[in-house]
């Protein structure tokens, strides 16, 4: 009874992003750590995403019909009524929202409203039906949680936040076209206008070379603005690095879908590492510029 109710909030995910933002979180604590300031905003955020996959199982039953991959989720099979589903999702976005807002700041709240809005209402309503765009715009909602963790911690939006936001943005481009690819068929059959799927793995492959160019540039801002050292810039560099050369064995690949498989799976542990490099290896801005005056 209990099972079915976690799994359609999709745990999986929610465990994925607070990794993030406990990275984001970290980052701007600068070794001053509010443990029940981190508990809060880690439930908050848990919280706003679990509503969010809620919502998104329902706009999607017509869809994960279709799917193979989602074709027994509850809502699919009934388990769950749509109706029971929507006051489920409504009662953990409200928990969730109310929560960062008295526990945390109406900058955090802000990014945590933002993310559920273009997740629920921008992609899961309107883009993803529609538009080879959807995964451009949706990739906001998942850049959203290391800003919420980054916003919680400092109570700004600064030009640490904002490059948090666009490593964030970046990393999802090539993740999700790679699960496009190895995930084909599913697209196809749901009539989902994915890249691959518009324009065809050749054109994606390309994409996902460019976007993880950016990405590798993106990482390295936190340390030439003074947010994180030079540990966690060797770090990024050679993951970025490796990450390219995943992107380029693409155009000599034999099988598609086991190469994007390894492009998803690396893309996990890259923005892991990133996450926990950027958590431990922090630095005050004008540390850089001090050390170099000295």
Not at 4 to 20: A, D, M, R
Request: proline residues 3%; contains cysteine; glycine residues 8%.
């Amino acid at each position: 009874m209990i099972k079915k109710y976690l799994l359609v909030t999709k745990p999986g995910i929610i465990f994925g992003n607070l990794i993030s933002v406990a990275g984001g979180f970290f980052l701007a604590s600068k070794g001053s750590i509010d443990p029940l300031l981190l508990l809060a905003t880690a439930i908050g955020v848990s919280l706003v995403i679990a509503s969010g996959c809620v919502f998104n199982n329902v706009i999607d039953m017509d869809i994960d019909q279709k799917m193979e991959r989602t074709r027994n989720r509850a809502l699919v099979q009934g388990t769950i009524s749509s109706k029971v589903a929507l006051a489920y999702a409504t009662l953990l976005g409200l928990a969730g929202v109310g929560l960062l807002y008295v526990a945390t700041n109406a900058v955090a709240t802000a990014f945590a409203v933002m993310g559920f809005v273009v997740y629920v209402g921008l992609y899961s309503l309107w883009l993803k039906r529609t538009s080879v765009y959807g995964t451009l715009v949706g990739s906001l909602s998942g850049a959203a949680p290391p800003v919420i963790g980054y916003c919680a911690a400092s109570g700004q939006f600064d030009s640490g936040a904002a490059v948090l936001l666009l490593i964030f943005c970046l990393w999802q481009m090539p993740h999700s076209y790679a699960i496009a690819i190895f995930r084909l068929k599913d697209y196809t059959a749901a009539s989902i206008p994915v890249l691959p799927v518009a324009k065809g793995i050749s054109v994606t492959k390309r994409h996902i070379v460019w976007y993880t160019v950016a990405f590798m540039a993106a990482t390295l801002l936190l340390t030439v603005l003074g947010y994180a050292g030079y540990v966690y810039l060797a770090v990024a560099a050679v993951i970025g690095a490796w990450w390219l050369r995943l992107a380029f064995m693409g155009y000599q690949a034999e099988n598609d879908v086991q190469w994007a498989r390894k492009l998803f799976g690396f893309s996990i542990i890259a923005i892991t590492a990133l996450s926990v490099m950027m958590s431990v290896d922090f630095q005050i801005p004008g540390d850089v510029l001090l050390t170099y005056a000295r």
